[in-house]
């Protein structure tokens, strides 16, 4: 079996939806499974602050998950704009992978969600993409024969899906940003498949 590995870090819940949509996009074609998986909190006084098992949800990434998964999937919550610092303190510890070349030629897409609808999903996308370009990833976007991309009212960009949540986080995903996300899922799988081949 195929895995593609969907990695995010989420605190109010939203990107943690997306990547269940996006799983199921993933898991619509045949032979590729998700593997969810997340990353801990980081804290300014102690590294290891949290346990090693999370309490809830999918577990923590671990090193292999990288070398294992065939693609990425990677998500996160706005932060002024960028990722947040959890995914991008686990970003930063993966020199061995970048060393061996573990993900070179592995295709990549990148969520987010914001709270305001010009709050910086592009930018934020955009940041996350640097890193797996470094990597030697292949990264995917959404085109524009998904044709949400031009009705949506909410999020969801050629740069790949985002959801705005609004300023209490309230917002459940729409319609057309479920279907984006499927959609993202599902193109990230086809062209896993295919490499595969
Ligand atoms: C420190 C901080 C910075 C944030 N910066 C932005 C921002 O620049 N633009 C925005 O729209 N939302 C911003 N937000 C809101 C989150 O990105 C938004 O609530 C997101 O939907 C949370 O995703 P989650 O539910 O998966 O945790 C920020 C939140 C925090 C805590």
Redesign the pocket.
């Known amino acids: 079996m195929t895995e593609i590995l969907v990695l995010?870090?989420?605190?109010?819940?939203?990107?943690?939806?997306?990547a269940q949509q996006i799983g199921r996009g993933i898991e619509s074609v045949k032979g590729i499974k998700a593997r969810i998986r997340t990353v801990p909190t980081v804290s300014t006084d102690c590294e290891a602050s949290k346990d090693s098992i999370p309490e809830s949800g999918p577990p923590y990434v671990q090193h292999e998950d990288l070398v294992e998964c065939s693609g990425l999937a990677l998500g996160s919550?706005?932060?002024?704009?960028n990722m947040?610092a959890p995914l991008k303190y686990f970003l930063d510890s993966t020199s061995d992978a970048w060393l061996s070349g573990t993900l070179i030629g592995k295709p990549a897409v990148v969520f987010?969600?914001?709270?305001?609808?010009?709050?910086?999903?592009e930018s934020t996308l955009l940041s996350m993409m640097l890193p797996l370009f470094h990597h030697g990833m292949m990264i995917l976007g959404i085109p524009y024969s998904e044709s949400e991309l031009f009705t949506t009212t909410g999020g969801g960009t050629p740069y790949g899906a985002s959801?705005?949540?609004g300023q209490d986080?309230a917002l459940e995903l729409s319609e057309d940003e479920k279907k984006l996300c499927f959609a993202l899922g599902k193109r990230l799988a086809d062209v896993t498949s295919a490499l595969s081949s």
């Open positions: 995010y870090y989420s605190r109010n819940g939203n990107v943690a939806s997306m919550p706005t932060r002024f704009g947040a987010t969600s914001t709270a305001s609808l010009h709050g910086g999903q959801h705005t949540a986080d």
